[in-house]
T-cell receptor, first 116, second 111 residues
Framework: GAVVSQHPSRVICKSGTSVKIECRSLDFQATTMFWYRQFPKQSLMLMATSNEGSKATYEQGVEKDKFLINHASLTLSTLTVTSAHPEDSSFYIC????????????FGPGTRLLVL | SQQGEEDPQALSIQEGENATMNCSYKTSINNLQWYRQNSGRGLVHLILIRSNEREKHSGRLRVTLDTSKKSSSLLITASRAADTASYFCATDVGTASKLTFGTGTRLQVML
């Protein structure tokens, strides 16, 4: 199997606070994890690529100081949205691959963030 | 942007009919993948077709790839209400397994 979980599934927070989202591979070791953002009825936009034990690689236009990514183990990556603002409200989805040569990605169920 | 375009944006059909979705992309690829997303959920991988393949089947799914036109199509035969979802193509250009997703097609299959 290849199950990826995310926690929390949804979160509501006040503007200015920080929110941490966890992405876990439950039955495999994920050498690489990806973080995406999706607005309603739109496609997925890759935010960053996260490799265990190294710094994340951010896509152009994504603020690395605002979206902190930590890939501390082969089964866990976290995304922290710092000083969240209403425009950060979105659906955040992570995915993982079993090896750097694997072509398909296994996706988590997503986290819906609402910043008031 | 390298993001692919999909058409139609939305498709509504009756159960039992076939559904065809098209995807166009801009750069050379290693492979093209199709994913499905139920509303408010994560994505599920459906099928992968490599750049040297022209057609692939998986159950009720048929995918074609035309690299000269930089386009792909996904055909779902004998659709069911449970096929209602958004379908995305994603291209892999061979950079660290990164995928670039298309704009998606929202399919509704009515009973």
């Amino acid at each position: 199997g290849a199950v990826v979980s995310q926690h929390p599934s949804r979160v509501i927070c006040k503007s200015g606070t920080s929110v941490k989202i966890e992405c876990r591979s439950l039955d495999f070791q994920a050498t690489t994890m990806f973080w995406y953002r999706q607005f309603p009825k739109q496609s997925l936009m890759l935010m960053a690529t996260s490799n265990e034990g190294s710094k994340a690689t951010y896509e152009q236009g994504v603020e690395k100081d605002k979206f902190l990514i930590n890939h501390a183990s082969l089964t866990l990556s976290t995304l922290t949205v710092t000083s969240a603002h209403p425009e950060d409200s979105s659906f955040y989805i992570c995915s993982a691959t079993k090896s750097k040569y694997q072509e398909t990605q296994y996706f988590g169920p997503g986290t819906r963030l609402l910043v008031l | 942007s390298q993001q692919g375009e999909e058409d139609p944006q939305a498709l509504s059909i009756q159960e039992g009919e076939n559904a065809t979705m098209n995807c166009s992309y801009k750069t050379s690829i290693n492979n093209l993948q199709w994913y499905r997303q139920n509303s408010g959920r994560g994505l599920v991988h459906l099928i992968l077709i490599r750049s040297n393949e022209r057609e692939k089947h998986s159950g009720r799914l048929r995918v074609t790839l035309d690299t000269s036109k930089k386009s792909s199509s996904l055909l779902i035969t004998a659709s069911r209400a449970a096929d209602t979802a958004s379908y995305f193509c994603a291209t892999d250009v061979g950079t660290a397994s990164k995928l670039t997703f298309g704009t998606g097609t929202r399919l509704q299959v009515m009973l």
